[in-house]
T-cell receptor, first 114, second 115 residues
């Protein structure tokens, strides 16, 4: 299983861009990188997924270098409502037998300050 | 779409009692997952189903835990007998075949307290 390492916590201010980096040194060829967001008292919510280079959606961008041993979730112009725990996960996204690989680590607690 | 529905949202019971948690996945989703979240252990995958068939139950902590999926729109997670260390938030999630299995849709969770 590909192990991930991400900061335990980060603070930011409203309007700033936030970058959360995740390390996954033993990522496998078929593994995708997926990020989830979890608010208190709610289930995790899928944010973005990618395999290489850059992926962007209406919520965030995901940057993946060529060696794929790390990835960076970028949240543009955060607001107070972006305060949440952000999880980086690595696993084979299209092989049903590998669902066990989808392991949520400790996540990064992002606190957005006014 | 109503999303994944779980019931009850909160459950308080006494040690030794049977607890049944319920989940209705999103219509058309073929995969259903049960997770448990605690401060100490984080979010753990307990078991998952594909087309109502259990695929991997290696995360189920012990024989006191059992899960069933009698049809595509309903699943249960049962704990019998319950113990205080089972206190946690239990999440159900579903995903669709043909899509990314990493894109799971989570329910609101059931907060279980065993006294």
């Amino acid at each position: 299983l590909a192990k991930t390492t991400q900061p335990i916590s980060m603070d930011s201010y409203e309007g700033q861009e936030v970058n959360i980096t995740c390390s996954h040194n033993n990522i496998a060829t078929n593994d995708y990188i997926t990020w989830y967001q979890q608010f208190p008292s709610q289930g995790p919510r899928f944010i973005i997924q990618g395999y290489k280079t850059k992926v962007t959606n209406e919520v965030a961008s995901l940057f993946i270098p060529a060696d794929r041993k790390s990835s960076t979730l970028s949240l543009p112009r955060v607001s107070l409502s972006d305060t949440a725990v952000y999880y980086c996960l690595v696993g084979d996204a299209f092989s049903s037998g590998s669902a066990r690989q989808l392991t949520f680590g400790s996540g990064t607690q992002l606190t957005v300050l006014p | 779409d109503a999303g994944v529905i779980q019931s009850p949202r909160h459950e308080v019971t006494e040690m030794g009692q049977e607890v049944t948690l319920r989940c209705k996945p999103i219509s058309g989703h073929d995969y259903l997952f049960w997770y448990r979240q605690t401060m100490m252990r984080g979010l753990e995958l307990l078991i998952y189903f594909n087309n109502n068939v259990p695929i991997d139950d290696s995360g189920m902590p012990e024989d006191r835990f059992s899960a069933k999926m009698p049809n595509a729109s309903f699943s249960t997670l049962k704990i019998q007998p319950s113990e205080p260390r089972d206190s946690a938030v239990y999440f159900c999630a579903s995903s669709r075949a043909g899509g990314s299995y990493n894109e799971q849709f989570f329910g609101p969770g059931t907060r279980l307290t065993v006294l």
